[in-house]
């Protein structure tokens, strides 16, 4: 197996930090899509961006912008995470679906 | 040449690649036919979930409804987009190192129950029947509008409507690479339908862009429009197009957007997009691609809508609904096409009465017309829409196959069918899914016209809580998720019929049972069967016994890319 011999950190570490990287993005997404777009969507659109009230601007643009971002983030992050913990797969290592039929 | 010529140039073209690609990825096992055998690349598959995501309503709707609702339009905008937030960061990995075929797999290894296999192959097998109804309609809808002069000889000659022919027509082509070719010959020819869809999409939303304010990029270009928007909306008497709430409650603007995204997350069609895909690192890829190639197209729907508000709200501020009845050609044209109704456009035609009779889709079928562009644009836009509705309901022929020919035959009927056996039933099952959905589009029944109630509601009710449960709860056992699932499922469908029992009757009860929930409409309603599943779920499971060891060894095993040896699942446990 082409597993890296010393990984950085162990499985647990792995673990909680995917855990609290994931809670970190989501809370992101919270704060994009729910409390700027439709929370304090009124008094957001007082003010203006590049002409457009900003709380629209955030419901019909800027938050899939955010959503499109926050998986780059989680992608680009957790594929390192993988390989300091030594948990990313090669060919030989991959499962593959329909073993069990 | 006229539009109807060039609309059946691209419909040949389209069709014809379509075909060629389901030749050429004919399959010979089952693993080809339910996964595409895993030899799907990240960016293809971005591609693949892009088409099998944006349905024909996507397509033809969208823009027309955000136009309408101004602000409020974007619970879809966002609903159909954030959802891909919760699915890369919850669901789809995770799906794709556990492996194996569909949702109802998962949902029975992790809950070492049938009964749990049936419960979720029922609620996926309504899920996707009437989504797919609304697709096969979709097809019928665009053949007859575009090529209605073209196809009326022989639809007459058969004896039947345009609109079934088309259905019929559309059904033909799904079956035939769909039963060939299974999840391979669908995820490619996806990937060719995106590319259809979106460069359908874009060239009038550039045009029309680039007319109104000089600028090329849709989304630079609404920087120009809002404030003529805004302005000409409050000088004609209407709410500004900007402002929230004008239409739906900030709840039920919060609860539709939720469920639409908790919705995405749990629908089968497009997490088994996921397992098509070699490695776990791929199935991130396949994310970021996908929801990158979905929001192309949800960025540039709300663009598309405010050029086409302004462009109609100026003509009406110079013409009147009398002058634009007498003088503009598209409305002339969709006039006679009967999504205008402007016959009794007088002089003393208000805007809300003008507005009112102009059909939503006309924002996206006529934005070529209102650009001015060249016929074979607006053929084109034709091919798009009907890429955009084979694609989808192509995706969910699998879901359909899939549930019936691997969960219910495979693993519950039969499980000593053989490899053969089991590849022709699933064969044999999108047959009879294409004949169902056909006849479902003919003739709709009325639940149909819920569609997103019942497809998103439910997949939010019943799949998104055991399946984030059941990968991040190690504790989380059956005794918990299966009454969890049926609750949900059970609690959202009634609210649902209640809340719609006058459009689902077709009118035979006149009037809603109940108006809403808490103040919940039944679109939003989805998020309280949600949460009544998670409590559920999670209420049972720990007063219940913990899940068997090798159960916990699963869960620790699709945290994890790389396959886990035994000693270190033993290291975990300890």
């Known amino acids: 197996m082409a597993e890296s011999p010393t990984p950085n950190i162990d499985r647990v570490t792995y673990w909680h930090t995917q855990i609290r990287r994931t809670a970190i993005l989501l809370a992101v997404w919270f704060v994009a899509g729910f409390v700027l777009s439709i929370f304090l969507a009124e008094p957001l659109n007082g003010f203006r961006f590049g002409g457009i009230p900003f709380g629209f601007w955030m419901a019909q643009q800027g938050s899939i912008f955010v959503f499109v971002s926050l998986v780059f983030i989680y992608t680009i992050t957790s594929n390192r995470l993988d390989r300091e913990a030594g948990v990313e797969e090669t060919e030989d290592t991959t499962s593959s679906a329909g073993e069990a039929h | 040449m006229s539009i109807i010529a060039w609309t059946a140039v691209w419909v040949v073209i389209t069709f014809s690649i379509y075909i060629g690609i389901a030749v050429w990825s004919r399959v010979a096992d089952t693993k080809g036919f339910y996964v595409a055998g895993q030899g799907i690349p990240a960016v ?232 098509t895909v070699r490695t776990v690192k791929a199935a991130r890829w396949s994310a970021v691609w996908a929801l990158l190639f979905i929001a192309i197209l949800y960025t540039v729907a709300p663009a598309i809508a405010m050029f086409s508000r302004l462009e109609i709200l100026t003509s009406f501020s110079e013409l009147g609904a009398q002058g634009m009845a007498q003088q503009l050609g598209w409305v002339q044209s969709w006039t006679q096409a009967g999504l205008i109704e402007s016959g009794g456009w007088t002089r003393e035609t208000s805007v809300t009465q003008m507005l009112a009779g102009i059909d939503r889709d006309i924002i996206v079928l006529a934005t070529p017309e209102l650009a001015g562009l060249s016929n074979w644009v607006v053929g084109l836009v034709a091919a798009g829409g009907l890429a955009a509705a084979l694609s989808t309901a192509s995706g969910l022929m699998i879901v359909i196959s899939s549930s019936l020919a691997h969960d219910i035959y495979g693993e519950i009927i039969n499980p000593d069918a053989s490899e053969q056996r089991r590849l022709r039933v699933g064969r044999l099952s999108i047959g009879v899914g294409v004949l169902v959905a056909g006849l479902a589009g003919i003739y709709p029944p009325g639940f149909v016209a819920e569609v997103v109630a019942f497809a998103f509601g439910l997949a939010a009710a019943s799949f998104f809580p055991i399946l984030v449960l059941g990968i991040f709860w190690k504790r989380c056992n ?37 108006d809403s929930f808490l103040g919940i409409n039944a679109v939003g309603i989805g998020i309280v069967g949600m949460i009544l599943n998670f409590i559920v779920t999670i209420a049972i499971s720990l007063n219940t016994k913990t899940p068997p060891q090798e159960v916990q060894d699963l869960v620790e095993q699709v945290r994890y890319p790389r396959e886990l040896t035994a000693d270190e699942l033993k290291e975990a446990v300890a």
């Open chain 2, 44 to 275: 293809a598959n971005g591609m693949a979930v892009g088409a099998d995501w944006m349905s024909a309503a996507s397509f033809i709707s969208l823009a027309g409804i955000v136009s309408f609702m101004g602000f409020d339009g974007s619970v879809y905008l966002m609903g159909w987009t954030g959802g891909y937030v919760l699915l890369a960061l919850l669901l789809a990995p995770y799906l794709r190192k556990f492996g194996e075929y569909t949702v109802p797999d998962f949902v029975a290894r992790r809950y070492y129950s049938n009964t749990a296999r049936v419960v979720a192959a029922i609620a996926a097998l309504f899920v996707s029947f009437t989504y797919v109804a609304g697709q096969m309609r979709g097809v019928g809808v665009v053949f007859s509008r575009f090529l209605g002069p073209f196809l009326d000889p022989v639809a007459s000659a058969l004896g039947v409507e345009v609109l079934s022919l088309g259905v019929v027509v559309g059904m033909a082509i799904v079956a035939m690479y769909a039963v060939l070719g299974g999840m391979k010959g669908v995820t490619w020819t996806q990937v060719a339908q995106y590319c259809v869809l979106i460069i359908a999409y874009l060239i009038p939303a550039v045009a029309i862009a680039m007319e109104l304010t000089g600028n090329p990029v849709p989304q630079g270009a609404i920087g120009d429009v809002v404030p003529q928007l805004d302005q000409l909306q409050t000088d004609l008497g209407l709410n500004a197009y900007t402002g929230p709430f004008a239409n739906l409650s900030m709840l039920n603007v919060f609860c539709i957007t939720l469920v639409l995204m908790a919705g995405t997350a749990g629908l089968p069609h497009v997490i088994v997009r996921f397992y």
């Open chain 2, 478 to 514: 059956r005794q918990g998720a299966v009454p969890g699932m049926i609750v949900g499922l059970v609690f959202t469908f009634v609210m649902i019929v209640l809340m719609r029992i006058d459009v689902i009757t077709e009118g035979a009860i006149a009037t809603p049972i109940i």
